[in-house]
RNA sequence: AGGCCGGUAGCUCAGCUGGUUAGAGCGCGCCCCUGAUAAGGGCGAGGUCGGAAGUUCAAGUCUUCUUCGGCCUACCA
């Protein structure tokens, strides 16, 4: 023998792949995208799946404004993990992207521009305000559209659905005119934040707060005569009884505070608090002073206990008894005067009653403690005067929000002549934006009636244009609503909600509280670039479509606006769409909420569509749609076709940083998708998405995508293997199930129960049990365990051993699975590594379908007796461990393992096959030693033994096998050298060109 | 301020209807291998479950309070 050793590595059959370990992710997914592109990757999946059950995820369509975020990002991969792993599950699943085109801030945007180039609102057309609108849209659609795309999203790009799609347009005006022949649409008035300056209505982000100079008024409302007495809870200290005579009020005021005098006749009710504490004041003296106090020695007046002296102040009243406590035995029954009942010309205006309504806006802070309220002239007392239609009714006051002021803030008819025409605030020349001359004239009726109590000047933040900087104010404005209950809409969303799935369920009660509490739904704005209300309204405000030719007028309407879109609505006259009696008839010029667009997109989408189902089975949105789509789209649905749009609703959390703090610039922690794309590959951000919890908020940072780039290293790598390991596997040489060893037979049962996890995991939407179990199944039981014990099999069998190819017939197996359950997760690289199995000018892993484990891979007493193995694995590393610590060993290899031979240990083995004990030389012999599954070349199990123990072969004068580094003891008897048995039946195998 | 929801190791997640010393993977530390090599393997150290009180024989799991965070209360989407 000579002492230069044989180098076998050329006899070995080691993993042969040009695979890259490396991704180089951010170059390579365009190119995958590409390619997709060129196959027809959408189209071919269509054709595929043609007459499949359909599975519609039901895009919610984003604004086409602005580049994406993390926020849109997150809600398009999930789409598309659930979208991909539902068609792989063998559902046509068609999923069709759409957008938001109308609303304001693109509104905005365009009007900015125009102002750029120096024309005002007013010098724009309509029609070409909205064309320019509709392109700012469009341009902004198209950018999304490839940062989407960019993400890895399959989907209908080439024809999404859109807002402003003449026939969207034209479906969304049909929707509204279906709701309004039910009768569930009436016209009703709200106060909205008014600039009279720019006549237009302002949205709360249009406002900026600065100091204005206001008059501040206190005004006595006289309490109507009241009879009788009552009897109180609690009785008095001294027990005696607490009997208030109601007569006691004779010639009493409350006593309200408002900065705002021009809403004076516009009053209709005076609002308390329970919780603030009140009194009867009688003036028993007044200051000394050049002027004249309006109040006078003997005047009773209710007012706040805590703001009495504030009151007494103003009014120049010196001193006042407190006559007695007033509380809701008061304000259940009392009626007031109206302050300006008296004055000279009020045409019998104000002799209504003034009633007192319970709000929780009132407080002690400042004023009185009583607010005077004007339904027309803010949100509160709007808010006070419809929740309380119950005690209205009851006194027989009509529930009415008068529209006091007209488009540039003056009085309308509805005021007395007196004040009619008379302007709030001055909307030209130079003392643009001052008071005009309703305040004054206000003041003046007042002390007519002899019920201005004080008044004095006062600096407060209040409400400004941001364009005129001119004070804005709260007027009524007829608007358009649809009624919760008339053609009982609210029960119907209610009960529609309860046979909804949602995820997580906790989102029914969400929405379902919502919708119970929610006040009816204002569907009308007065802006530009929007879906047109097309109603018409008569002489006595009856609407258009409760005429007998109403078909024939929607028919018109909506011909005209799928012919050329809104301006179809806009820019025809009335006569065209109402050509017979048409006399006192006039169009409707406010547009719909967005909401209500979006809200119809199950009409103008799925119903319109013949390729895809009218119901969806699941809208997927972030947690804040509960108020919005979710609920929108509900709303529409069941006003007009009395049920739910959707089977299931599925709400994901916020991206929020690695504090779980939200993202904002100010903050600066803020992530794009764009910058992950760049850096580490779209992939990462799927696997983010994939391995986080979307029923809660979702965290993203450094260290967590670190994590995940981390996992897609160990993930590549493992499949790198097994395409490697596979190198030149062709199906024939597969193994059957019951040739196999055990250790095989048990990896499939793996596979098994996997698929019934997954399957499970997919109708649940939950991704990350997908991942971490399938990421756990690459490290722990293929990398650690699998891979590790069949290295040796798989390198140095001979080639055709029944134990080799089992091994590669069941990581073919594995390959199949592992590739296809990651593909709606890692679209990229598993039709990369799909691709470098299966090479294919348009094939494609997304064009298979999850496989089914054949009956009989499932073992559960495999599965149970492994677990023993492995187990007892543990045990020797563990016993191994110190030997390496201390060098005596280095591979695990060199060591020998004796253990206890205990029944459960030695029935697993025998159960699952591994009792071989000699070195294997028979090729067709697929069963292993106990040393096979420990990386070690000798284990010996012994009654004897009383724990396991180690023992250094190379000391105990084993030989290393040159070829498998095995040590063993050659028998020189047979002719045995350098290398084992198994291993010369290999080499002479591969030098005979087996 | 109100409504809804969440807070388990450095990170991502498991912990079912309350019941053994709270689990996994990653990361980290130490070690081995050098025939998956900008790979692979082994061992190990880390939580008392945001905090407090309570119910119970027993609480991460139930109740209350508290703290931190998120979403919603817009003519924003």
Redesign the pocket.
């Known amino acids: 023998m000579t002492s230069e050793k044989r180098?076998?590595?050329d006899t070995?059959f080691?993993?042969k792949t040009d695979f890259p370990?490396?991704a180089g992710l951010p170059k390579k997914e365009p190119e995958w995208l590409a390619h997709w592109n060129k196959i027809g990757l959408f189209e071919r999946l269509r054709e595929q799946s043609k007459g499949r059950k359909q599975y519609i995820l039901h895009d919610g369509?984003?604004?086409a404004?602005g580049h994406i975020h993390m926020g849109t990002a997150l809600n398009k991969i999930l789409k598309d993990i659930v979208n991909r792993s539902h068609q792989m599950l063998g559902y046509d699943a068609h999923y069709v992207p759409g957008w938001?085109c109308?609303?304001?801030?693109?509104e905005w945007k365009v009007e900015e521009e125009f102002r750029g180039k120096g024309r005002s609102k007013d010098e724009v057309s309509g029609p070409e305000f909205r064309t320019r609108c509709r392109e700012y849209a469009s341009e902004w659609l198209d950018v999304q559209r490839e940062e989407f795309k960019r993400l890895g999203v399959v989907g209908e790009w080439d024809n999404p659905y859109k807002t402003m799609n003449f026939q969207s347009e034209a479906d969304i005006c049909g929707e509204l005119l279906k709701i309004a022949k039910t009768g569930q649409l009436y016209r009703g008035s709200?106060p909205?934040?008014?600039s009279p300056v720019e006549q237009t209505?302002?949205?709360?982000?249009?406002v900026e707060y600065a100091d204005r100079k206001a008059t501040q008024i206190y005004v006595k409302f006289p309490v109507r005569p009241m009879t009788g007495t009552k009897s109180l809870l609690p009785v008095t200290a001294d027990g005696a009884p607490n009997i208030v005579d109601m007569t006691m009020f004779d010639g009493a005021s409350v006593v309200i505070w408002t900065t705002t005098p021009w809403t004076i006749p516009a009053n209709r009710a005076v609002s308390y608090a329970l919780n603030i504490r009140c009194g009867l004041y009688e003036v028993t003296e007044l200051e000394e002073s050049d002027f004249s106090p309006w109040s006078k020695v003997g005047d009773k007046l209710i007012v706040a206990d805590n703001l009495w002296e504030n009151v007494a102040k103003a009014g120049l009243i010196k001193s006042a008894k407190r006559l007695r406590t007033v509380s809701s035995y008061f304000y259940e029954d009392a009626l007031l005067d109206h302050p300006l009942k008296s004055m000279e010309g009020a045409e019998g205006k104000y002799d209504y009653p003034v009633p007192m309504l319970c709000g929780d806006h009132v407080t002690a802070d400042a004023g009185t403690g009583f607010v005077h309220t004007a339904p027309s002239h803010g949100?509160d007392d709007y808010v006070v005067w419809i929740s309380n239609q119950k005690k209205l009714e009851a006194l027989g006051i009509a529930p009415v929000v008068p529209m006091t002021l007209d488009d540039a803030g003056c009085y309308t008819e509805v005021m007395p002549t007196r004040f009619q025409g008379l302007d709030v605030i001055r909307t030209s020349g130079k003392k643009r934006g001052q008071d005009g001359k309703a305040n004054p004239e206000v003041l003046k009726a007042l002390v007519e009636c002899g019920n201005l109590l004080a008044r004095g000047m006062l600096t407060l933040r209040d409400a400004h244009s941001w364009r005129s900087k001119a004070p804005v104010i709260r007027r009524a404005?007829p608007?358009w609503f649809i009624s919760m209950s008339k053609g009982g809409l609210r029960d119907k969303a209610v009960a529609e909600i309860e046979k909804t799935k949602f995820w997580p369920d906790?989102g029914r009660?969400?929405i379902g509280?919502?919708v119970a509490d929610r006040p009816d739904w204002?569907i009308?704005?007065?802006?530009n670039w929007?879906v047109p209300i097309t109603l018409m309204v008569g002489p006595n405000g009856e609407l258009h479509t409760e005429r007998d030719d109403a078909d024939a007028i929607n028919t018109r309407i909506l011909a005209a606006v799928e012919k050329v879109g809104v301006d179809g609505w806009f820019e025809t006259p009335l006569e065209d769409f109402m050509p017979d009696s048409n006399d006192g008839w006039s169009k409707v010029t406010d547009i719909l909420?967005?909401?209500f667009d979006?809200g119809s997109t199950h009409a103008f989408c799925l119903k319109r569509r013949d390729d895809l189902k009218d119901r969806a089975d699941l809208y997927l949105e972030?947690?804040?749609?509960?108020?919005?789509w979710f609920q929108s789209s509900l709303l529409e649905s069941c006003a007009v076709y009395g049920e739910a749009p959707y089977d299931g609703v599925l709400t994901h959390?916020?991206v929020?940083d690695?504090?779980?703090?939200?993202m904002s610039k100010s903050l600066g922690n803020t992530m794009s998708p764009e910058d992950i794309s760049k850096q580490y590959g779209a992939e990462i951000m799927r696997i983010w998405t994939a391995?986080?919890?979307w029923?809660?908020?979702?965290?993203i940072?450094r260290?967590?995508i670190?994590?995940n780039v981390?996992?897609y290293?160990?993930l590549r790598?493992?499949l790198?293997?097994m395409i490697?390991a596979l190198d030149g596997y062709d199906e024939a040489d597969a193994v059957d199930y019951n040739d196999m060893p055990a250790l095989e037979k048990w990896v499939l049962h793996r596979l098994a129960e996997i698929t019934t996890e997954h399957e499970a995991a997919v109708r649940n939407h939950?991704h990350?049990?997908i991942f971490?179990t399938l990421?756990?199944f690459c490290?722990?039981d293929?990398?650690?365990?699998y891979?590790?014990i069949r290295?040796?099999a798989l390198?140095?069998d001979p080639l055709n051993s029944t134990r080799r190819r089992a091994c590669r017939t069941v990581i073919d197996e594995v390959f199949q699975r592992l590739t296809t359950w990651l593909a709606p997760i890692m679209c990229f690289t598993m039709e990369e590594v799909w691709q470098a199995r299966h090479p294919s000018e348009d094939g494609s892993v997304h064009m298979e379908l999850f496989r089914d484990a054949p009956d009989g891979w499932l073992n559960a007493d495999i599965a149970a007796k492994m677990e023993t193995v492995r187990d007892f694995r543990?045990q020797a590393?563990?016993a191994?461990?110190p030997l390496?610590?201390d060098?005596v060993i280095?591979?695990?290899l060199e060591a020998s393992v004796t253990a206890p031979a205990t029944e459960a240990l030695t029935s697993a083995l025998s159960a699952l096959g591994i009792t071989r004990q000699e070195t294997y030389a028979n090729p067709a012999d697929p069963s292993d030693t106990l040393a096979d599954y420990l990386?070690v070349s000798e284990c010996t199990l012994s009654e004897k033994a009383a724990d396991v123990s180690v023992a250094d072969l190379k000391e105990a004068g084993w030989t290393k096998c040159?070829?498998?580094?095995k040590y063993f003891k050659p028998n020189a008897a047979v002719g045995e050298g350098e290398i084992t048995p198994r291993d010369a039946a290999a080499v002479k195998a591969f030098e005979s060109g087996a």
């Not at 109308?102 to 693109?106: Q, T, V």
């Not at 690695?658 to 939200?662: P, S, Y």
């Not at 029923?695 to 965290?699: G, I, Q, T, V």
């Open positions: 180098d076998y590595r070995l080691l993993p370990m490396r369509p984003p604004y404004n938001d109308h609303g304001l801030p693109i709200k909205i934040m008014w209505a302002l949205a709360e982000a249009e949100e404005t608007q906790r009660n969400r509280t919502m204002l009308s704005r007065q802006r929007g909420d967005v909401w979006s972030g947690s804040d749609q509960h108020r919005g959390g916020f929020v690695e504090k779980g703090l939200k391995s986080s919890d029923a809660n908020d979702l965290k940072g260290e967590i670190q994590t981390d996992a290293r160990k790598n493992t790198r293997y490697g939950d990350k049990k971490s990421f756990n490290t722990v293929l990398s650690a365990f891979f590790d290295k040796d390198y140095c543990t590393s563990e191994i461990e390496r610590k060098k280095k591979s695990s990386i040159e070829r498998s580094w």
